[in-house]
């Protein structure tokens, strides 16, 4: 019996033991984790206007193809390629001997059926005075008067043709129609031009370049808008920017709307004007153009690294009561630079998450700091094929 209450009492403070070693070897508690910090803003408060961005090319509003009204020998080239001419200018000169020739004939015949003409004048009056006394018959008088039509007719036409000659003769003079810069001239004196042809080549050609058009393409729901908004687009302001620039550089306005949707695009053809007094545009170039939509009007803006995507919805997470974020669905109006403009959805007064969207979700406490929204001018895409360096670079002298 000893034995045995011996051995009882071993195995407790044996499991005593134990149980305090293991108490011992147990870990501490974990730390309570921290709050996620993030940083807050009201929305910034602007006005702005919608713009729209179409690209397209230069045109320029006259394009003539320069050819000879009458044909001879080109004897002399008054211009050099690829000048800047006014409206008027001298181009080129025909042989004008023939023509001065024909002229001097033309008119030579003129004025013999001018001289006809005067005596027939005299023989109706002679005849008219002769009649009265009865001294000549009515058939003379009557073939009086024919002789006068004809003379008068004839003198019509041999007018007509001095002032033909007269007008040949001038087109040997070969003249700008209009102010703008010459393409290279595909000719050189003594060679033979053909006239009064539209299939031959041209002499020159010459395109005006201040001011040039810009066509653009605006959808259906663009014209709507413009429609309902500021009427048809017509009078609109736009900017311009050339494909290596930063920025918008250039203004105009909207002088051109089409009077019909184009069905197999949706589409409608708009063109806009823009002054080039430096002649530093050329029809042809690549440009982007934006178009003022709206009137101006107060947005409230976000930057755009502060916009969620969740499926097809777009979100923004605010801090509400007790330091939870919450999601807000928002509208997406256009972007301005960084900033986003958010058409519904957002007061002025949230506190929009801008920093820190990385540690949170929906639900969570938060600590926040203040943060502020700034707008930074968004840098332009420039075409890759205008950074490419230059083939060589060479020391210079």
């Known amino acids: 019996m000893p034995y045995r209450f011996a ?4 195995a407790f403070f044996a499991s005593v033991a134990l149980s305090a070693c293991s108490a ?26 919608d713009w729209d961005e179409f690209t397209g090319r230069f045109e320029s509003p006259q394009h003539v193809s320069i050819r000879a009204r009458v044909s001879g020998y080109l004897e002399e080239v008054h211009v050099r390629d690829g000048e800047t001419v006014e409206a008027g200018a001298l181009l080129f000169t025909l042989d004008r001997r023939p023509y001065e020739a024909a002229y001097q004939a033309a008119r030579g015949r003129a004025q013999m ?29 009557e073939q009086a008067q024919t002789a006068l039509a004809n003379a008068r007719a004839s003198l019509a036409t041999a007018r007509a043709d ?12 070969i003249r700008a129609p209009i102010s703008g810069q010459l393409s290279a001239r595909t000719v050189d004196p003594g060679d033979l031009v053909q006239g009064s042809t539209a299939q031959g080549d041209p002499l020159i050609t010459i395109v005006s370049s201040d001011p040039l058009y810009f066509p653009f393409y605006a959808s259906e729901s663009v014209l709507l808008r413009y429609q309902r908004s500021s009427g ?23 002088v051109f709307v089409d009077n019909e949707i184009q069905p197999g695009s949706g589409t409608i053809l ?3 004007e823009i002054a080039n007094p430096d002649g530093f545009i050329r029809p042809g170039m690549i440009g982007t153009i934006r178009v003022r939509g709206s009137e101006p009007y107060d947005a409230l803006l976000v930057p755009r690294t502060a916009i969620v995507a969740d499926a097809t919805r777009r979100l923004v997470y605010v801090v509400g009561e007790g330091d939870t974020v919450v999601p807000r669905q928002v509208t997406l109006g256009p972007t301005s630079d960084n900033l986003q403009v958010i058409a519904a959805g957002l007061n002025p007064s949230d506190r929009v998450i801008i ?8 639900g969570v406490t938060v600590t926040t700091r203040p943060g502020q929204i700034q707008r930074e001018a968004a840098v332009g895409e420039v075409t890759a094929s205008l950074n490419r360096p230059a083939g060589t670079a060479r020391v210079t002298d």
């Open 7 to 10: 051995a009882l009492c071993g």
């Open 24 to 49: 011992g070897d147990a870990e501490p508690a974990a730390p309570q984790q921290r709050l996620p910090n993030v940083e807050v803003a009201n929305p910034l408060v602007q006005e702005v206007a």
């Open 113 to 141: 059926a001018q001289a006809t003409a005067r005596q027939a004048e005299a023989d109706l009056q002679r005849a008219e005075e002769l009649r009265a006394v009865d001294a000549v018959s009515q058939e003379n008088l």
């Open 162 to 173: 001095a002032e033909a000659a007269r007008l040949n003769l001038e087109f040997t003079e």
């Open 232 to 254: 048809t687009g017509q009078g609109a302001p736009v900017e311009v920017r050339l494909q290596d620039e930063a920025g918008y550089s250039r203004t105009g306005e909207i």
């Open 270 to 272: 708009m063109r806009a």
């Open 355 to 362: 920093g820190g969207l990385q540690a949170v979700r929906p």
